[in-house]
């Protein structure tokens, strides 16, 4: 069974950068998939970030475009979310997925504050 795992969170002052990781088990699982990276903030429904799909296009949202870049490492089944100029409103649970096979990761927070 396929599973992601998040690491890279933490607490970091506005202003700051932080860089996730998202690792897949199992061999190859990235050349087939969009990738996708999603936040969620207390009270909040989860959002969609980033993604990134097979084809190579990149999306984001309104909110963290400019400061954010998704990338994706095909055959060391990684997924990266480069984020710059962080804001207290970025400060959310951050979760990878494999969005054509439906798979989560179990999430890395990330903290802004001063």
């Known amino acids: 069974q396929v599973q992601l795992v998040e690491s890279g969170g933490g607490l970091v002052q506005p202003g700051g950068s932080l860089r996730l990781s998202c690792a897949a088990s199992?061999?190859?699982?990235?050349?087939?998939?969009?990738v996708g990276w999603y936040r969620q903030a207390p009270g909040k429904e989860r959002m969609l970030v980033a993604t990134h799909t097979v084809n190579r296009e990149r999306n984001y949202a309104d909110s963290v475009k400019g400061r954010f870049r998704i990338d994706r490492d095909d055959y060391g089944n990684t997924a990266f979310l480069d984020m710059n100029n962080l804001k207290p409103e970025d400060t959310a649970t951050y979760y990878c997925?494999?969005?054509?096979?439906?798979?989560w990761g179990q999430g890395t927070q990330v903290t802004v504050s001063s």
């Open positions: 997925k494999l969005i054509n096979l439906g798979i």
């Open positions: 199992g061999r190859n699982i990235f050349f087939f998939n969009d």
